[in-house]
């Protein structure tokens, strides 16, 4: 959503040109946008992530003679000479957390293997950047003490969200909301808001108190985890076998979140590393 909102912001005062694996439909639509979409081979981030470096470095040297400024996020993208380097706007700093996985031995090391070069391309990125635009008070402090950066070249540009879409919820809202859920106005809900396909957001601690809980006959309150990744179908399959049926709810990626958050009553966020909150902002 901040790339998008940048985007949108920028298309509105001239020319951009976007690279990217996916853009919505209406900001592709704006004529001053140009977008370079980037195939995701097999669906996956990994191969995605090296082609969109690729096709970044590609257009920035075809566009350069024309004096533009290149924008990428952390190390997805080595673009620009050493003499005139992109702005770095960074969402998520890789050194700042090793990433906890489950799985297979294959897994494992793909997500090992991949960390490493997400580390070796984050650090190249950012210390040659020219500015560096953190997200957070604690990304700012990240990219200082972990990459290596000039405090002078690193500013906290806090999120902002859209108050239209996320606003105070009324009793009769949040009834409806429910009731679009299939649950009665009554019936207390508890959100998880993040991706599944590592421990990063901490669903496993999220899990084990649910099982908890849902032994004590006082607890009436269900959860809804909005998110998907490669460990959604383990936690669905511990779910049903721990007999929580209708008290763990898996609704997968779900793009309109207002509608979400307005039907919940309370929101749990046990993150162990996250750069900038925003699902709890929102």
Known sequence: MANY???RYLASRGEVHLV???AWSDLAALPPAAVHRVPRPFGSNALGGVLLSREGARVWRQLAPRGVNAVVNGGNCQAGPLERPAINWVHYVHAA?????????ARLAKTSLVHR?????????????RLVICNSRRTRDDVIERLGVEPSRAHVVYYGIDAARFSAVSGDERAAAKRAFGVAPGRRLVGFAGALGDRRKAFDTVFAAWVELCRRPDWDA??????????????ERRAKEAGLGA????????IDMPAVFAALDALVHPARYEAYGLSVHE
Do not use: C, Q
């Open 5 to 7: 909102a940048l985007a």
């Open 20 to 22: 990217t694996n996916r």
């Open 97 to 105: 957390y090793v990433p906890e996985t489950a799985g297979s031995i």
């Open 117 to 129: 070069r997400e580390l070796k391309n984050e650090r190249r990125a950012i210390r040659r950047a």
């Open 222 to 235: 269900d959860l809804i985890v909005a998110g998907a990744g490669a460990e959604r179908p383990d936690w």
């Open 247 to 254: 008290r763990m709810r898996f609704i997968g990626f779900h």
